[in-house]
């Protein structure tokens, strides 16, 4: 049974955790503003498609992240969040085919890398769709490269602790020590990861918070030849019956 | 001119690139301070745009190793970041010609600050 003053300091670590999070939002956000803001410029000399479309994708990823915020915000709320039954390869599928615009724009080759069939694993779709649309965006959009025809994996294998999904690409691996030093400096620095990310990596971390949520954690893994963030969700054999 | 933009986003940095080349200048764009260096050797730039925020080497240990290099002494370097500019200490001896908070600048005032560097050097 908790205490009240260890409710009082469990609000407090959490309000602390949000707040924390909402500045690297915040710092994010500066990104596809800008974007905006200069597209707009743009089009006022030219009437381009690509602009228009430039604009409404950019907006999609600010909405994206500001979503998952509020979802991760909002994670201790039953209305909200419950853990269900889902299919992880059904979500990646789907997230995939959203990303798939933003790739494009970064000159990435996307691939889906689901092979077998996965029994389903107890999480939430939303939280879940949120948490690796969010992190396919910042190995996407942060990591940028000088280098030619990227290859960026939304990936699932199994493992001896369970079902392993996540985002993996090509470039350098992020370190364990890089994610913990970034999970310790988010919000509080404008660059927490700067070995793998040039930006506040809010996604990342959004991502994160969203993962454990549904209690598991985001940790630097492998996929075949690449490397990237993943998440392990345990696989139950009673819900390989349903 | 030619210009080195090193801007690690990629819709940015096309943006940027399509507004410089308007105003007829030759833009090669990277996204890493590594990268930036090899091609500034091959490029022999006359200004170079740096964004602060970059993955790995940042934009500050860029510009030390730029400097270090007796012909890119005198090269002019905008400085376009998102980093808070009120917050930072850039040394006089880096030679930064112009420093501009991302946020607050808009398409004009960059080839703004491009001109004015170009119209010094030359």
């Not at chain 1, 789907?94 to 890398?113: F, I």
């Not at chain 1, 694993?121 to 990591?143: K, P, T």
């Not at chain 1, 280098?147 to 990936?155: I, K």
């Not at chain 1, 988010?186 to 918070?209: E, K, L, N, W, Y």
Request: charged residues 20%; hydrophobic residues 45%.
């Amino acid at each position: 049974m908790f205490s009240l003053k260890e409710e009082e300091g469990n609000y407090l670590v959490e309000h602390i955790a949000n707040d924390r999070l909402l500045r690297a939002v915040a710092e994010q956000l500066k990104l596809p503003l800008l974007q905006i803001v200069h597209l707009a410029d743009l089009m006022q000399s030219s009437q381009e498609e690509s602009d228009l479309r430039n604009v409404r994708y950019v907006a999609q990823t600010a909405l994206q992240l500001v979503d998952g915020f509020l979802l991760s915000a909002d994670s201790r709320n039953q209305e909200v969040f419950q853990l269900e039954p889902v299919s992880i390869a059904s979500v990646l599928n789907d997230t995939a085919h959203k990303l798939t615009p933003m790739a494009r724009q970064n000159e990435c080759k996307l691939e889906l890398s689901v092979k077998g069939r996965y029994e389903p694993v107890m999480a939430n779709h939303r939280f879940l769709e949120s948490a690796l649309m969010l992190l396919g965006y910042g190995m996407i959009e942060s990591r940028s490269a000088d280098s030619d025809n990227r290859q960026v994996l939304l990936a699932a294998h199994k493992s001896n602790r369970g079902l392993v999904a996540g985002v993996f690409d090509d470039l350098p691996a992020i370190g364990i020590d890089s994610l913990r030093r970034g999970r310790a400096l988010f919000g509080d620095t404008r660059q927490p990861v700067p070995s793998a990310f040039s930006s506040s990596s809010a996604s990342i971390f959004v991502a994160d918070a969203l993962f454990r949520a549904m209690e598991t954690t985001l940790y630097p893994a492998r996929h075949r030849r690449f490397t990237g963030l993943a998440a392990t969700f345990h696989l139950s054999t009673q819900l390989s019956i349903l | 001119m030619k210009i080195l933009l090193i801007e690690p986003d990629n819709l940015l940095a096309e943006i940027y690139v399509r507004v410089l080349k308007e105003e007829g200048h030759t833009i090669l764009r990277v996204s890493s301070a590594q990268a930036a260096i090899t091609q500034a050797d091959k490029l022999s730039p006359d200004i170079v745009i740096l964004e602060l925020q970059l993955p790995f080497h940042n934009g500050i240990e860029f510009l030390y190793e730029f400097r270090s290099y007796s012909e890119w002494q005198k090269i002019p370097v905008i400085i376009n970041t998102f980093a808070d500019i009120r917050k930072i200490f850039i040394s006089s001896s880096l030679g930064v010609s112009k420093l501009l908070y991302k946020p607050n600048t808009s398409l004009r005032q960059l080839l703004r600050a491009v001109n004015y560097a170009i119209s010094v050097t030359s």
